[in-house]
Structure formats: C-alpha cells, structure tokens
C-alpha cells in the first residue's frame, strides 16, 4: 500500500500499466503494472473512487469496454501525480471441494438411479423397501450425518434383524451391498459395510424339473385350459426365455418373416446382451397362426394389441390352475413356470455336457452363471458324482 509524490511515483514506476484479461467471462481481469520489482492489480476503480467494475460486465465486449476506462483512469491518475492506493491481490487458494453428503441422501440418490434403470418391477420394489426399512432403524442424527460417519456396528445391527433365515439375511446383506458399492465408487466412503458384516451360510433351493411324462402331460393340460400360458410354458422350455420379463413382452417385430427367429435387444432381456434365439421347427406353426394376420410390429404376442399384460399375469393364471394340476397328480411341489426353463437346460447339457452352449442358449452373462443355475437345479453335482462312483466288476 503507498501514496507518492509525482517524482516518487516517477521513479518508482518501473512498467506502464496494461490490462490482463481473457475471452471467458469465468476468469478475472484486471490492470496490472510493477513498482520497485512488486506486482501491483486492480481489479476495480473502487481505489480510484470511480465506480468501474469490469468483472460484473455480462459480456466480453462489455468488459472489455470497462478494462479500456479502467487503464485511462490508472493512467490519469499517474499522470497528474496521484498513485493509487492499492493493494497486492494474492490469487486465492484452489482448495479440493470436500464432498459432504448425508447417509439419507446418499441413499435416497442411488435409490432414485436404480428406479429410472432398466431392473425388474420386483429388484426394485425390493430395493425400495431396503432403503426405506434401513432409514426408518437409524436415528434421526445417524441420517443426518455424513455417509462416511456411518458405523459397521451400526450396517451389523440392522442385518442381524434379519436371521429369520439364513438366505433372507444373506439376501438383505447382498442388496446392501449394491449401495455401499455406489457410495463408494462416487468416494463417499472407502469400506463395503454391507460386505464386511458376517456371511450366513444358506441352505440351497431345489428347482424341481420335470419328468418326460410330466412335461407332455402339463402342456397338454395347460393347451386345452388356457391358451396363453400354453405358448408361454412352450416358449420357455423350447426358446429358454424367461417368462415374465421377456416371453410376456413379445411383439411382432421380435420375430423374424418365417418366425423361425426371435431377437431381442440388450434392453428387452436380463443379461443386458443381443440375444437372437432360434424356434423349433415344430413351435413355428404355433406362433405363426398366432400372428397370421398382424403387420403392425408393437402388437404383442398375447394382447394381440399394443398393450401388454401385468408383471404378475402369467402367475395369475398358474395360480388358479395349480390346484387341478395337484388333484390330477400332473404337478409336484416346487414345479413352476420357470422349471420348464429348467427342464430344457438339463435335458441339454444330459445331451450335450456342453456348459458354453447352455450358456448361449440361456442368455447367461457369464459361465458362472450358468455354473451356478446347473447346480441349484442339483443337475452339475449328481452327474459329476454319478460318474465318479467307484467301479466293481466281479458281480
């Protein structure tokens, strides 16, 4: 800061006074000139006592305008032999923006960003109701604290409400999870607490398959009661679809001209890849009668409209014939919709002990998957048992 008289000011100013500026609005501008090797900015007339603020201009020609006045004004002032009081801008520190969220938004946030994503009406009516049971046990503080402050006694205490069974806890502790990923791929926090709560081990559903003499029994019941669930049942078994979140939402446009095709988008089936699956020649009559006289792509396979039914519609009708399937001793317990799908990737690999190509077939992501699906139907373990057993040939 100083104030000079003229021969001061003359000897003392070392640079004329130029103007520093740029062609975005988002950088500052400013007079700049040095006086004994110390750099001096104005930024405003505000030392001069005139009211001249370029940095409040709303355009770049407006600015620059206001800079040109700015410098006539500075250099007015040395001239007449005033120097003006200024003070040395320091250029302020950039400090890293911390990014403070709450537990309850946080969880809210990626809530919200899995209900716009393309999941299953059921995944994410699951999810909501996690988050919302997982909000209503912490306090009112806990919510309003940053997500990092979260405690793993806390995540801990939450899941041991849920050991009613052992796979409902471990179903709970692995939709958790998928938050606590987000949160810390977003560097919310560091640690998976869900992940880091203790493992349950669970006992293993069986998926009951059908035998031969069922599966021809059961189709032809269901073809002489119920039309719809009959292509559905067929669809399952000889395409592998899975019925309620492809099979259900068949159009026309998914089957190719001699309906020997159908081709779904990664959108429109669970493994988020094109699957292009092939008909049996012995199913393409069905579903060609069946849309013999539809042109217009959106109609669907069953509405015969562009609507199409429910989520749980097929389930509906399975429901209300399960019973006269039991009386006729044509359905065992844990027989389903899905165990045609079921049937048909036992009845392939017996056929072909060839993973890879159920896999295909099936739309699986991975071979895990498909690793993982032949063991929960007991299929993988008991022919791998069954060709291990020991040989004794003198009986």
């Known amino acids: ?67 040109g006045k700015l410098l006539f004004e500075v250099n007015k002032a040395f001239e007449t032999g005033y120097a003006p009081q200024v003070v040395t801008e320091v250029e302020p520190i950039k400090v890293q923006k911390v990014i403070v969220k709450t537990t309850e938004q946080a969880f809210r946030d990626v809530e919200y960003a899995k209900m716009t994503s ?4 059921d995944y994410k009516k699951e999810l909501k109701r996690l988050v919302d049971d997982f909000l ?42 998928v938050f606590f990923a987000e949160f810390i791929r977003k560097k919310l926090i560091t640690d998976n607490l869900s992940k880091n709560a203790p493992r349950l081990k669970t006992k293993a559903a069986l998926h009951k398959i059908y035998t031969k003499e069922q599966l021809t029994t059961i189709l032809q019941f269901l073809k002489t009661n119920n ?55 012995y199913l393409q009559p069905l579903i060609k009668q069946r849309l013999s006289t539809v042109h217009e792509p959106e109609i669907n396979l069953f509405t015969l409209t562009q609507t199409t039914y429910n989520d749980y519609y097929f389930n509906l009708i399975w429901s ?33 002990k060839d993973i890879h190509i159920i896999q295909q077939l099936m739309g699986h992501s991975t071979m895990i998957v498909t690793l993982n699906y032949l063991r929960g139907l007991g299929e993988l373990n008991s022919q791998q048992l069954k060709d291990a057993l020991p040989v004794l040939e003198f009986i």
């Open 227 to 281: 039309e719809d669930l009959y292509i559905c049942c067929l669809l399952a078994y000889c395409c592998m679809l899975r019925p309620h979140q492809e099979i259900r939402l068949l159009k026309r446009k998914h089957f190719n001209d001699s309906f020997s095709l159908i081709s779904l988008s990664g959108a429109e089936n669970k493994s988020g890849r094109v699957r292009v699956v092939s008909i049996p020649e």
């Open 1 to 67: 800061m100083f104030k000079s008289s003229v021969s001061e000011c003359v000897s003392n100013f070392n640079t004329e006074p130029k103007i520093v500026t740029s062609r975005s609005l988002k950088n500052r501008s400013y007079i700049m000139y040095y006086s004994d090797g110390v750099r001096y900015r104005l930024y405003s007339g505000t030392n001069l006592n005139i009211p001249i603020y370029p940095n409040k201009a709303i355009s770049v020609a407006e600015r620059n305008k206001l800079l």
């Open 320 to 352: 209300r014939l399960k019973p006269a399937m039991y009386s006729k001793g044509i359905l065992q317990k844990d027989q389903t919709i899905y165990s045609f799908r079921h049937t048909a990737a036992v009845d392939v690999y017996n056929r072909t």
């Open 118 to 121: 393309p999941l299953s009406y």
């Open 136 to 177: 209503k046990f912490l306090t009112n503080d806990e919510k309003a604290d940053d997500i990092k402050n979260l405690e793993q006694q806390r995540v801990e205490d939450f899941l041991n409400q849920h050991k009613a069974t052992s796979t409902y806890y471990m179903g709970r502790r692995r939709m958790l999870s």
